[in-house]
């Protein structure tokens, strides 16, 4: 399933540097209706504060739920970065950010490919914030 989403990230990322945005985000809102059975919306609507206690609690994800949310989210983080749309962007990357963070703790695991991608998260929401001010 891992590589699975992998494969389909990149395949979104590929679209993303290639400036089919349509493309991109449809596959994005594909993605959540096939592996997570809901829109993306119910999501976004969700604060990130209340993120992981409401999936988890409420809704009965596991960390293999809460794992995909964070690459889709992340998707959709650059897809806004992409289009100039920072503040949505920053909004994304920081979500997909905390669910990382929530899913190591939880794990107690080791993982470069993880630590890796929370590295990348904060500095781009390090970039964004310093745009800003």
Avoid: C, W
Avoid at 3 to 12: F, K, P, S
Avoid at 49 to 68: M, P, R
Avoid at 96 to 112: A, G, P, W, Y
Wanted: net charge negative; aromatic share 12%.
């Amino acid at each position: 399933m891992i590589e699975m989403l992998a494969e389909l990230v990149a395949g979104i990322l590929g679209l993303i540097r290639k400036g089919d945005y349509k493309r991109a985000s449809q596959s994005i809102d594909h993605a959540y209706q096939d592996l997570l059975k809901q829109d993306a919306g119910f999501f976004d609507k969700i604060p990130l504060n209340q993120l992981t206690d409401s999936l988890v609690q409420e809704h009965n994800y596991t960390n293999g739920h809460l794992e995909i949310l964070s690459e889709l989210i992340y998707s959709q983080a650059e897809l806004f970065y992409a289009q100039k749309n920072y503040n949505k962007s920053l909004e994304y990357y920081q979500k997909s950010r905390f669910l990382l963070e929530f899913i190591i703790k939880d794990t107690q695991s080791f993982s470069i490919e993880k630590q890796s991608r929370l590295s990348y998260l904060e500095n781009r929401m390090a970039e964004l914030e310093n745009e800003a001010h």
